[in-house]
């Protein structure tokens, strides 16, 4: 059974730098069948997937347009998780942060099979 | 980016109703197609994925069907348990997108 362990502070202040961990068990971050990612959730924007690493042979990483400026998602074999810095945070930025897995499923595509607990991330003063 | 549309944004129906969501891309997307139940609180539960394949554990009550750019979720008899929002996203293409979701209430 996978699970997905979600750490990081709930309050950020703007233009400072947002900081989550996924904690993985179950699965390996170096998994050549999954990818690793972080989506967030809010009212105004929805579910907003913001990127993934994964490693095929080697490391890969794909960011979202709107975040890609400010965005590193790192994966640490050494502790088998990934992590997630948004620089220069602002109000917009607040919302429910989710890790998640993406299972590689080849023909039938792939699809988020398991998430972390989220974290509310407030930007504010 | 591939734009993903769902109706209707809420409905109220009654247990033992039989319910369908409608999702639509905006762009053929094969088969990419899953769906997730998100209940408040809570992460999102996949369902569906491949637009028709049952997620283990996931009650045969929900099924799934389309290709290209339409897709519906079906509940064939609504149980208190599935009032929640429900999402459709599509892994045709980079980046995945979801649908704005359906939010099933109790009448």
């Known amino acids: 059974q996978v699970q997905l362990q979600q750490s990081g502070p709930g309050l950020v202040k703007p233009s400072q730098t947002l900081s989550l961990t996924c904690a993985i068990s179950g699965d390996s971050v170096s998994s050549n069948s999954a990818a690793w990612n972080w989506i967030r959730q809010s009212p105004s924007r929805g579910l907003e997937w913001l990127g993934r690493t994964y490693y095929r042979s080697k490391w890969y990483n794909d960011y979202a347009v709107s975040v890609k400026s400010r965005i590193t998602i790192n994966p640490d074999t050494s502790k088998n998780q990934f992590s997630l810095q948004l620089n220069s945070v602002t109000p917009e930025d607040t919302a429910v942060y989710y890790c998640?897995?993406?299972?590689?499923?080849?023909?039938?595509?792939?699809?988020?099979?398991?998430w972390g607990q989220g974290t509310l991330v407030t930007v504010s003063s | 980016d591939i734009q993903m549309t769902q109706s209707p944004s809420s409905l109220s129906a009654s247990v033992g109703d039989r319910v369908t969501i409608t999702c639509r891309a905006s762009q053929s997307i094969s088969s990419y197609l899953n769906w997730y139940q998100q209940k408040p609180g809570k992460a999102p539960k996949l369902l569906i994925y491949a637009a028709s394949s049952l997620q283990s554990g996931v009650p045969s009550r929900f099924s799934g069907s389309g290709s290209g750019t339409d897709f519906t979720l079906t509940i064939s008899s609504l149980q208190p348990e599935d009032f929640a929002t429900y999402y459709c996203?599509?892994?045709?293409?980079?980046?995945?997108?979801f649908g704005q979701g359906t939010k099933l209430e109790i009448k």
């Open positions: 998640a897995r993406e299972l590689a499923a080849a023909a039938e595509g792939d699809y988020f099979d398991y």
């Open positions: 996203q599509q892994s045709y293409s980079t980046p995945p997108a």
